[in-house]
C-alpha cells in the first residue's frame, strides 16, 4: 500500500490490567489468584485432550512445572497475558496473549490461545479475542496477526471466523515437539477494523444471542447491509 504515513509516531505496549465484556473479563496473568483455576481449566477431568497438540508445551507433569509455566509468562512482557474470566462464575477458564508486539511498527499478534473446555465454541471465547482485537486498534495499532500450524485446522477455522485473512504459509518455519512446523499466516488490518469490530458488536448483543445459540453467524453480522 502506498498510504503516506510522513506522520507516523508509533504506539504504545501494551500495559492494560483488565478489560471488561459481557460474558468475561480479561484480567492481567496472576499466577497466585489464578493459578489453581487455571490448572483445573486446562489439566483437570474434563479438560480437552487435545488441548496442547499444537502449543509449544504442556501438557505438564505435574502442578510445579505448571506453576513454572505461568510464573514464566508473567516475568515477560511479551507475551503479556491474560486470564479470561467467566463472570458468571468468577471461574478463570483459559489465558490467552498479545505478543511479536512490534510498537514502533503498529504491529501485534494474538497468540498463546489456550481455552478450556468450558469456552471452546461459546460466546465467550469469541469474546476473549474482541476484547484484546479492539484494544490493539484503539490503541492505534496498524495489523493485527494470528499465527498457528498449517496442520491445526481448529485454529484456522478460528482466524477466519473471527474474521482474520488468510496470508500465506511459511514451509518449514519451526520445530516443535520434535515435528516440523509449517505456520500459517492470518491478519487483520485497521482499516478492515471498523467492520469487523462492529460484526463482532452485533454478534455478541443480547439481541443476537439466544438460549440455543445465535440468530446470526459471525460472518452474516459483519456483511455489508447486515441483513
Not at 17 to 40: N, T, V
Not at 46 to 75: I, T
Not at 105 to 123: D, K, L, N, W, Y
Amino acid at each position: 500500500m502506498s498510504t503516506s504515513l510522513a506522520d507516523w509516531k508509533g504506539v504504545p505496549p501494551p500495559t492494560v490490567q483488565q478489560l471488561e465484556g459481557r460474558f468475561i473479563r480479561l484480567e492481567k496473568l496472576d499466577p497466585a489468584r489464578h493459578g489453581d483455576d487455571l490448572f483445573q481449566a486446562l489439566q483437570g477431568s474434563g479438560a480437552d485432550p487435545k488441548l496442547w497438540d499444537y502449543l509449544p508445551y504442556g501438557p505438564f507433569p505435574e502442578r510445579s512445572a505448571f506453576n513454572d509455566w505461568l510464573n514464566n509468562h508473567v516475568s515477560h512482557n511479551d507475551p503479556y497475558f491474560f486470564s479470561v474470566i467467566d463472570r458468571a462464575t468468577g471461574q478463570v477458564q483459559g489465558i490467552l496473549s498479545l505478543m511479536s508486539i512490534v510498537p514502533e511498527q503498529g504491529r501485534i499478534e494474538i497468540g498463546h490461545v489456550t481455552f478450556g473446555a468450558p469456552m471452546q465454541r461459546s460466546p465467550k471465547s469469541t469474546e476473549a479475542v474482541y476484547l484484546l482485537a479492539k484494544h490493539a486498534f484503539d490503541q492505534g495499532y496498524r495489523r493485527l496477526e494470528w499465527k498457528c500450524n498449517n496442520a491445526n485446522q481448529r485454529s484456522k477455522y478460528a482466524a477466519e471466523r473471527l474474521g482474520f485473512s488468510f496470508e500465506g504459509v511459511f514451509r518449514q518455519h519451526s520445530v516443535v515437539k520434535g515435528k516440523n512446523r509449517d505456520t500459517a499466516w492470518y491478519s487483520i488490518i485497521d482499516p478492515e477494523w471498523p467492520k469487523i469490530g462492529a460484526g463482532f458488536e452485533e454478534w455478541l448483543s443480547e439481541g443476537n444471542q439466544t438460549g440455543s445459540g445465535q440468530l446470526k453467524s459471525l460472518a452474516e453480522c459483519r456483511l455489508p447491509d447486515n441483513t
